[in-house]
């Protein structure tokens, strides 16, 4: 079954690099393989925010269920969208304030004030435990449970998932805030984990506001 | 800066000789096999399962089995197959053995992260298969898991069930970042994107899917499970749900998981036709972009799936357009695959027969599925045998010929040995014709309305059963050449040397098998993977550091 002999040199190439003649193009360069060296900081915040991309999507299944429920799934009577409104609203500019006093702690820590980037990193986890309380208090006073109707169910569902979320956010703060006291982890020329924590954190606070305008404002 | 370094390979915490593949070796090698064998024992459990299926099948009544335990024996091969074979082989296995080499890397950008994924695998496929063994039973409702079937069958079973995907998910997840991250960010210096083997493309496009359609499914399961056991009301229509929506959301993730599933495969093959025919792989640009647009494509026909859930008008014609435009790209990845073969210098050995002939199968699975596209067309055979056959077209007569092929062709690369020539041409006879006939009668017993999911059938369908039945038996009997070449091999086998193809890969420009970091000095830079033919007789030689 051996056809004639493969010569490809008089036909255009159609490898990419177009050269239907070139020298075997297989070298060792100068160049240093950095695999393991100084590079890494970025392909970790790049591996991060591939991570952010997945658990987004995740959200955006919820909103999208939930979405297609409003639109054609009729809540029994005498249910309705309402909510109270006060606790929450408040609960989102707690929100975004921990979003900037959280920016202002990479900021300090970059300048090498670590103390004062331990400050701002306590009251970002205090702002995020204000938030979970006020998420609690909610709860409590909510006239549903989350079996109630088909919106209690999503309600439930979605600021549940987002508060775990911050849970694991608040987490991560005190592990970076305990890293900038000990062992020079989170140092002014160190400080993936703080970095990592901060984009996670700005990741958590944008799909609130989102959340927020879905479920409360619409 | 001094940065804690993920890929710290002094530590010495690497076990060596054959322990390392039961240990948390951080190599991607090591966890390449790992993923290839432990996906292999899954094959042969998800295979007698199938067993089960066809023997069932071969009479109209129900007699080997009872019809509960078809259901579970259905959906645990459908479940096994899928997340546990097909969907870690294809992406982790060969993915993590070559996409380090071919970016030129010691190893993969996460090495932690990658060991997680795998060992994320065994436990949620030991708890699928326990799952038979509970109670009230395993989970009955098919790898789809539509409610509300798959809430008012045992609830037990369907709790774990979504608890080993969720598992299996995360691990798909993982992965796929971390091969996203090392194919963008690991390349080694002076090596361009336009310039990786065809295998890297498509592993990226791969993980783009999974990055962002796997998640999804992951939160329609956790809804679904709060249905089961909360007993909220989200896809349960008796307390106002809605069970469209699972299956928009299901979908979302399960058709682009056909192409988690194959574009890998795509990419090996892309990989072996090149060597095996001496040629260099034609129209490398348009197999780029076609990868590409099956990615966007994959990600917007799911409801292709849907047509007789009472989509509007709108939805099915939207869905029909957008599938048949997949035919596009698919088709110029199939004439590229040809003209690679035309009048090169084709060795026929059992990695090339196996590469051939899933051209062939997937051909024919590809038809069928532009014919499934066609509205009037899917109501007619849909939830028959029809859809079954097609299917298996794609996953068994498109991937898994693909994993057998790769399997006779970097074999030598994993062991430093060639499997055994006549035993690999038999294993491909045995599977060639027990697969297309087993499959290929499932098309006419769909078109006459056989319905697929079911134990008992209308004994005018028995003959062509049985015949799908002779089929699978060859097929079970086909794994037998294989099992044995490959253990026997690995201790008697001929001995290949570095390179047995004179391929030009990076991964063949190193020792078989390859020590820990790849290569003992520095990387090879190869800009141009597939330039066979010019320069040919003085390649291998120069090829070897």
């Known amino acids: 079954m051996t056809t004639s002999p493969v010569q490809t040199a008089s036909e255009p190439n159609p490898s990419p690099s177009g050269q239907a003649n070139a020298p075997l193009s297989i070298e060792t360069s100068e160049l240093p393989l950095d695999h393991s060296h100084g590079a890494h900081l970025d392909v970790r915040m790049f591996g991060l925010a591939t991570f952010l991309v997945a658990d987004g999507m995740t959200f955006a299944g919820f909103f999208a269920a939930y979405l297609t429920f409003r639109a054609v799934n009729p809540l029994p009577p005498g249910s309705n969208y309402e909510l109270e409104l006060i606790l929450p609203t408040i609960n989102t500019v707690i929100l975004i304030i921990s979003s900037f006093t959280f920016h202002r702690a990479g900021k300090e820590c970059r300048a090498d004030r670590l103390g004062a980037s331990r400050v701002w990193l306590a009251i970002t986890g205090a702002l995020g435990a204000a938030f979970l309380a006020g998420q609690m208090v909610e709860y409590f006073s909510l006239p549903f449970g989350l079996t109630e109707n088909l919106f209690a169910s999503t309600f439930y569902a979605l600021t549940g998932f987002h508060g775990l979320h911050v849970t694991l956010g608040v987490i991560c703060i005190a592990i970076v805030a305990l890293q900038t006291h000990r062992g020079g982890q989170v140092t002014a020329a160190n400080h993936f984990g703080l970095e990592a924590a901060e984009l996670y954190w700005h990741f958590v606070d944008v799909i609130w506001v989102v959340l927020f305008g879905l479920l409360y404002l619409l | ?133 509970l109670a009230g039973a395993a989970a009955q409702s098919g790898w789809t898991a539509y409610p509300p079937l798959s809430l008012t069958t045992p609830a037990a079973g369907q709790v774990v069930w979504i608890l080993s995907v969720l598992l299996l998910g995360g691990s798909s997840i993982f992965g796929a970042i971390n091969f996203i991250a090392t194919v963008l960010k690991l390349r080694r210096p002076g090596l361009k994107l336009m310039q990786l083997p065809m295998y890297c493309w498509a592993m990226l496009g791969t993980s783009i899917l999974a990055v962002l359609s796997t998640p999804v499914l992951a939160g329609t399961l956790i809804l679904l499970s709060f249905d089961i056991i909360a007993h909220t009301g989200f896809f349960n229509p008796t307390l106002g749900g809605n069970v469209v929506v699972y299956q928009h959301l299901f979908w979302f993730y399960s058709h682009p998981a056909v192409y988690i599933m194959v574009l890998p495969a795509f990419g090996l093959v892309s990989e072996i036709l090149p060597v095996h025919a001496r040629k260099p792989l034609f129209g490398y640009v348009t197999m780029v972009y076609s990868i590409m647009a099956i990615v966007f494509l994959g990600l917007i026909v799911w409801a292709h799936h849907m047509f007789t859930s009472g989509t509007p008008p709108w939805m099915r014609l939207f869905f029909t357009i957008a599938t048949s435009f997949i035919a596009v790209p698919t088709g110029i990845k199939f004439f590229n ?54 299917f298996h077209y794609i996953v068994y007569g498109g991937t898994v010929f693909v994993i057998f092929s790769s399997l006779y062709h970097w074999y030598p690369k994993f062991t430093g040995r060639l499997l055994n020539e006549d035993l690999g041409r038999l294993h491909f006879l045995l599977t060639f014709i027990g697969f297309n006939l087993c499959f290929l009668p499932q098309h006419w017993l769909g078109l006459n309305g056989m319905p697929r999911r079911v134990a008992e059938y209308d004994p005018a369908f028995t003959t062509l059963n049985q015949i799908s039945s002779v089929g699978a038996l060859l097929m079970a009997i086909s794994t037998l050449p294989l099992l044995i070449n490959v253990v026997v091999t690995a201790f008697k086998g001929e001995i290949a040397g570095d390179n047995p193809w004179n391929a030009l890969t990076p991964e063949w420009l190193t020792s078989s098998p390859p020590p820990v970091e790849n290569w003992p000095g520095e990387a090879p830079l190869v800009k141009e993977p597939y330039g066979y033919g010019h320069t040919e007789p003085a390649l291998a030689q120069e090829a070897t550091p």
């Not at chain 2, 024992?41 to 509960?68: H, K, N, Q, T, W």
């Open chain 2, 337 to 390: 695959w040809l003209a690679t073969l035309w009048g090169g210098r084709i060795a026929i050995n059992s990695a090339m027969l196996f590469a051939c002939a899933f051209i062939l199968n997937f051909v024919f699975g590809g038809i069928t599925g532009v014919a499934l596209a066609q509205v009037p067309f899917d109501i007619h055979v849909h939830d028959t045998y029809f859809v079954v056959g097609h």
């Open chain 2, 1 to 133: 800066m001094t940065i804690a370094n993920p890929n710290d390979f002094n530590e010495p915490l690497q076990p060596s000789g054959w322990l390392r593949y039961f240990s948390f070796s951080l190599d991607h090698k090591v966890i390449g096999i790992q993923y290839l064998v432990c996906g292999f024992i899954f094959y042969l459990i998800g295979g007698a399962l199938a067993g089960v299926i066809r023997v069932e099948l071969a009479s109209p009544i129900s007699d080997f089995v009872s019809r509960d335990t078809y259901n579970e024996v259905l959906t645990l091969h459908g479940t096994i197959m899928i997340f546990l074979w097909i969907v870690p082989v294809v992406n982790g296995g060969f993915g993590n053995y070559l996409i380090p080499f071919y970016v030129g890397a010691r190893d993969m950008a996460f090495p932690r992260l990658n060991a997680v994924a795998f060992w994320m695998i065994p436990p949620a496929g030991m708890l699928l298969i326990s799952s038979y063994f």
